[in-house]
């Protein structure tokens, strides 16, 4: 039989999914298994964007513009104008996903054997993202202990070697929440304008900041405005993870000239999708007071809760809809897999991303977990309580 390709074999499996098959056997038992592994919101779609692709009338679904329809990114430039964040139509290319868009980054911005520097724990994907590329991830670790603050500048610096091109941020953070403030990004944009590197930024989660927090977009810093890619998708925006659209976005014109390549390659993003996204644009704010105060309550559930627990640790996130805790045992990893297998409290268990797949340093995570408050308060409080009793039953809780 022909090997398969190194890229291939390199492909790092996904964390948040690799439990699939126990969950799936959990729930063939009977089991009614609490999903807090991934980032699939319970939150309706708005209206406006399930409208948009009921009321269109095409007769013909033709390929579109390859950068995407030029009055959605007409649209999204009107969107960021709302947000402070001042680009054009020509500095956007509408693609299939987030995932795409840092894909497409990567290529038009690095060299295979390039590295980028990246702040972990991060998005497991990245490590995927990177594989395709032919790039490598450079991790600078953060910290539970201080809520995963941005390193030091220092060790951005101690990292950077005659191959690094750029670097990557999530802002505010997947698996952390985490909202990096400005002062803290203004000092990351000093090494970068210093080395002349990329800043990658996934700000996918803008809109779902706490406790009277403000977002600071990458675009608005000065003095690097041809160093910056912004990521962007409408999945969590909008609660549309299954319409696969997101965008690549700078204002370096030669950058955006390179990313038409891979994006003519693929011909173009898909259309109902597309409709959907445009017709989202209309979502009135009141969708997303309502969603941020439904996230918020959420939040203080799960986080306070998970503190109450014996020996569980869990720092309050400013953003996203994600939280890291840190756990009584000495492997997540097999403490998430007998939750699924072995595990249930009046019927229930619950579902984890152990979060060893989200540092890029071995060896790292070992005792912590990302989770996922995406569910109805009710999920989310026998959650808690399943957590709870399984650590008291776990024969390798370390407490």
Not at 54 to 73: I, Q
Not at 333 to 346: G, K, V
Not at 368 to 380: D, F, P, Q, T
């Amino acid at each position: 039989m022909p090997e398969l390709s190194l890229k291939a074999i390199s492909m790092p499996s996904s964390p948040i999914r690799k439990l699939v098959p126990f969950s799936e056997e959990a729930k063939r038992q009977g089991k009614h298994v609490i999903h807090l592994n991934i980032g699939q919101p319970d939150i309706e779609t708005p209206q406006v964007a399930i409208d948009a692709v009921k009321n269109s009338d095409l007769k013909v679904l033709e390929y579109s513009h390859s950068a995407g329809f030029e009055s959605y990114r007409k649209g999204l430039a009107e969107y960021y104008s709302k947000n402070d964040i001042q680009i054009t139509s020509d500095e956007v290319i509408v693609t299939t996903g987030g995932s795409e868009a840092l894909l497409f980054g990567f290529s038009v911005g690095l060299n295979p054997g390039d590295e980028v520097i990246i702040p972990e724990p991060f998005y497991a994907n990245y490590n995927g993202f990177a594989a395709a590329a032919g790039i490598n991830i450079v991790p600078v670790t953060s910290s539970i202990k201080d809520g995963f603050a941005l390193p030091s500048i220092e060790e951005f610096e101690n990292k950077i070697t005659a191959k690094t091109k750029a670097i990557l941020i999530c802002n505010p953070g997947n698996p952390t929440g985490y909202l990096y403030a400005q002062e803290e990004l203004e000092k990351l944009s000093e090494i970068v304008k210093k080395h002349d590197l990329f800043l990658f930024a996934d700000e996918v989660y803008r809109e779902f900041c706490y406790d009277g927090a403000k977002p600071f977009s990458v675009m608005n810093l000065k003095g690097i405005e041809n160093n910056v890619v912004l990521i962007d998708s409408v999945s969590k925006r909008y609660s549309m993870c299954g319409a696969r659209i997101g965008a690549l976005i700078s204002r370096n014109a030669e950058f955006i000239a390179g990313a038409m390549k891979f994006a003519q390659t693929r011909l173009s993003p898909p259309t109902y999708a597309q409709i959907a996204a445009e017709g989202a644009l209309k979502t009135p704010q009141k969708y997303f007071d309502d969603v941020t105060i439904e996230y918020v309550a959420r939040r203080d559930i799960m986080v306070d809760g998970l503190n109450k627990i014996k020996g569980v640790y869990c720092p309050k996130p400013k953003g996203a809809f994600y939280a890291v805790a840190s756990f009584p045992v000495e492997d997540t990893e097999h403490f998430c897999q007998w939750l699924l297998e072995d595990f249930s409290y009046e019927g229930n268990t619950v579902m984890m991303a152990p979060l060893s797949g989200f540092y890029a340093t071995p060896g790292l995570g070992k005792n912590e977990a990302r989770i996922a408050y995406v569910l109805e308060k009710k999920e989310l409080e026998m959650a808690l309580v399943c957590l709870e009793k399984a650590l008291e039953k776990y024969p390798h809780t370390t407490y």
